[in-house]
């Protein structure tokens, strides 16, 4: 199957930072790259979607200068959590879309925790 | 308001027994739903898809059924093992738009 991966698996930052997470298709060309967050037993909560070479599409409620998103390749789409605080701590995960998309079916990176003091 | 609710937030049940998870939607008119397993700390895996069209699928001891008049989803497992034990959540792309959102999940434990 597609492999999504993700770097880093965790990272914890000082308050005031900013961090940077990587999600990588690695044996398929993604256009479109989705990124949620999830906090502890919640589900999935959709911040945006990535489109190569176009402006991230930011879910209602979330900070689009705080949350960047670049997808500047077919394969790599990147989410800076800016300015992180401890409300940010979170589980991010990233899930990518075959260019094409006839299964509906997603694929996601193994996650990413952050931890901000 | 649009929702998608997974109506138990934990299920615990007896190994060998069928394992039955809803998922409920409102004001949402889906092409297809899927359902997902994800366990603790790691990124969901893709199970199975269910259009429309069709009000039953299939895949090993799993089964999934779709009623479009209901708005809603029921996922067996069945001969369960403690294995099973994990969240499944469901999700669905809502109509027009290509993305995909996701129910609150169900933790299912099997117990041995």
């Known amino acids: 199957g597609a492999v999504v991966s993700q770097h880093p698996s965790w990272v914890i930052c000082k308050s005031g930072t900013s961090v940077k997470i990587e999600c990588r298709s690695l044996?398929?060309?993604?256009?479109?790259m989705f990124w949620y967050r999830q906090f502890p037993k919640q589900s999935l909560m959709l911040m945006a979607t990535?489109?190569?070479?176009?402006?991230?599409?930011?879910e209602q409620g979330v900070e689009k200068d705080k949350f960047l998103i670049n997808h500047a390749s077919l394969t790599l789409s990147t989410l800076t959590v800016t300015s992180a605080h401890p409300e940010d701590s979170s589980f991010y995960i990233c899930?990518?879309?075959?260019?094409?998309?006839?299964?509906?079916?997603?694929?996601f990176g193994e996650g990413s925790r952050l931890t901000v003091l | 308001s649009q929702k998608i609710e997974q109506n138990s937030e934990a299920l615990n049940i007896q190994e060998g027994k069928t394992a039955t998870l809803t998922c409920n939607y409102t004001?949402?008119?889906?092409?297809?739903l899927q359902w997902y397993r994800q366990d603790p700390g790691r990124g969901p895996v893709f199970l199975l898809l269910?259009?429309?069209?069709?009000k039953e699928k299939r895949k090993e001891r799993l089964k999934v059924t779709f009623d479009t008049t209901l708005k809603q989803s029921l996922f067996h497992i069945t001969a369960s093992q403690p294995a099973d034990s994990a969240t499944y959540l469901c999700?669905?792309?809502?109509?027009?738009?290509?993305?995909?959102?996701f129910g609150s999940g169900t933790r299912l434990s099997i117990r041995p």
């Open positions: 899930s990518a879309v075959p260019q094409v998309w006839n299964t509906g079916e997603l694929f």
């Open positions: 044996d398929f060309q993604a256009t479109t």
């Open positions: 990535s489109n190569e070479g176009s402006k991230a599409t930011y």
């Open positions: 004001n949402y008119s889906p092409a297809y």
């Open positions: 269910i259009r429309e069209n069709e």
């Open positions: 999700a669905l792309s809502p109509g027009g738009a290509s993305k995909i959102i």
